[in-house]
């Protein structure tokens, strides 16, 4: 099993559209989350990092539920330009390394 | 400019050919990682940098990976012999802090990447 399991993509939406995308992990030790995204052919960026008691930024909203393992990013009102690969990204404690879900293509059409 | 920056952004080698990719960290960031992308795969892991010191080499895929920094900054990831299965982006990242919990000091910022294509 993956330590990090995101929804498989693409999610192909309209503009204006919310999409939700969904990501579980698997080890209890985890103690930072966060989303990144990722533009074709270009690095990770961080969007947001996501807080046990959630936590919004404009039309992002992201939740954790730490008993089941759990972590969602929220996208209302999308737009063109949020068409990118999202990444779901754990931190374990006492170690430096990030652990990265494979991603979900997100692609907004007119 | 005031971001990670690595070298070369792309670098085409023959089998069995050493290459070395460079990273330069955000300045006065204590933390340096390295990760590689495969086409169509997620980033993995390769090796953590605190300061000169690495406590965290469980990524690297093989002994002819290897990786060093000095004076806290500047790091250089080896890859001796290579071969067509280590063609993929190699990207670094760096933080202020690596293990403390804090996640303004977590947050990991990543450089462009260097493109390794083995023939």
């Known amino acids: 099993r993956k330590e990090v399991e995101q929804d498989p993509g693409p999610f192909n939406v309209p503009e204006g559209a919310t999409v939700a995308f969904n990501c579980t992990y698997s080890?209890?030790?985890?103690?930072?989350f966060f989303w990144y995204r990722q533009d074709c052919r270009k690095e990770p960026k961080l969007l947001m990092s996501v807080y046990s008691s959630g936590n919004e930024d404009g039309r992002f909203t992201a939740q954790l539920n730490r008993a089941s393992q759990y972590i969602s990013l929220l996208i209302r009102d999308s737009k063109l330009s949020d068409s990118a690969t999202y990444l779901c990204?754990?931190?374990?404690?006492?170690?430096?390394?990030?652990?990265f879900g494979q991603g979900t293509e997100l692609s907004v059409k007119p | 400019g005031a971001g990670v920056s690595q070298s070369p952004s792309n670098k085409v080698t023959e089998k069995g050919k050493d290459v070395e990719l460079r990273c330069d960290p955000i300045s006065g960031h204590t933390a340096l990682y390295w990760y590689r992308q495969s086409l169509g795969q997620g980033l993995e892991f390769l090796i953590y940098?605190?300061?000169?010191?690495?406590?965290?080499k469980s990524g690297l895929p093989s002994d002819r990976f290897s990786a060093e920094r000095t004076g806290g900054s500047v790091s250089t990831l080896t890859i001796q012999r290579t071969q067509q299965e280590d063609s993929a982006v190699y990207l670094c990242a760096s933080s202020s802090e690596g293990s403390k919990p804090v996640l303004s000091r977590e947050t990991q910022y990543f450089g462009p990447g260097t493109r390794l294509l083995v023939l």
């Open positions: 940098f605190q300061g000169n010191s690495a406590p965290d």
């Open positions: 990204v754990v931190h374990l404690s006492g170690g430096g390394k990030l652990i």
């Open positions: 080890n209890s030790a985890s103690q930072s």
